[in-house]
């Protein structure tokens, strides 16, 4: 028998490879936040602070990159938080859906994380890719979303056709829209042209159990 994968996210390698790929991400969304600074009056950027978490989950799956988007989040907020609610416990659920979630949600990609490293193809590992990506930035927008109609909806224009509910869903996958479309622009290429930038060392270990195995 081939030995057991072992994917241990808390080894000292996990570890590195989480900080690095968060302080990567951290950069990224202040880039990008200066960049579109002004543009949408009520915060939110369009740019790839959502890539290294994305390719964290790929190579180590859903913890590692849950980890990383935990952190990126507390980061953002050490930088300063703005919330309108009027009472704490609002304040506290504004903070925990625009904040505390916004980021960790996006290691929702990791559940794919398997079916991408059994993948034989590249037709396969695209899918899984894409779904991914898909899925974990449609999750970053539902938090913004439910903050923009809970909290934001006095910003909405008056008399837009649809009122708060329509207002913030345009509002926010209009950042959040692009940013999944320049994620895959540059995962799928990586995916086809570097394989090899998914695979940890625990992967060539079990790779090499499993040849082993075969010779006996």
């Not at 490879?17 to 939110?44: K, P, Y």
């Not at 909405?156 to 509910?165: N, S």
Request: proline share 3%; net charge positive; glycine share 12%.
């Amino acid at each position: 028998m081939g030995e057991k994968r072992k994917n241990n996210v808390l080894s000292v390698k996990g570890i590195v490879e989480i900080a690095i790929f968060t302080a990567i991400a951290f950069a990224l969304d202040f880039l990008q936040g200066g960049l579109w600074r002004g543009v949408f009056l009520n915060g939110g950027s369009i740019g790839l602070a959502m890539l290294p978490i994305l390719i964290l989950c790929y190579r180590r799956g859903f913890v590692a990159g849950f980890i990383s988007g935990f952190i990126l989040s507390f980061l953002q907020m050490l930088g300063g938080v703005y919330a309108i609610a009027d009472t704490w416990y609002k304040v506290m659920f504004q903070i925990l859906l625009d904040y505390i979630l916004a980021y960790p949600v996006v290691a929702a990609a990791g559940l794919f994380f398997k079916p991408f490293k059994n993948a034989k193809t590249d037709k396969e590992k695209i899918a899984w890719v894409s779904i991914g990506t898909v899925l974990g930035g449609l999750l970053k927008f539902v938090c913004h979303y439910l903050a923009g109609v809970i909290f934001w909806g006095s910003s909405c224009p008056e008399g837009f056709v649809g009122g708060k509910y329509l207002y913030s869903f345009v509002y926010n996958i209009s950042y959040t829209g692009p940013s999944i479309v320049l994620c895959l622009i540059v995962m799928i290429p990586v995916v086809i042209k570097y394989p090899q930038f998914f695979i940890v060392e625990e992967d060539y270990e079990y790779r090499e159990g499993e040849a082993v195995s075969e010779i006996k």
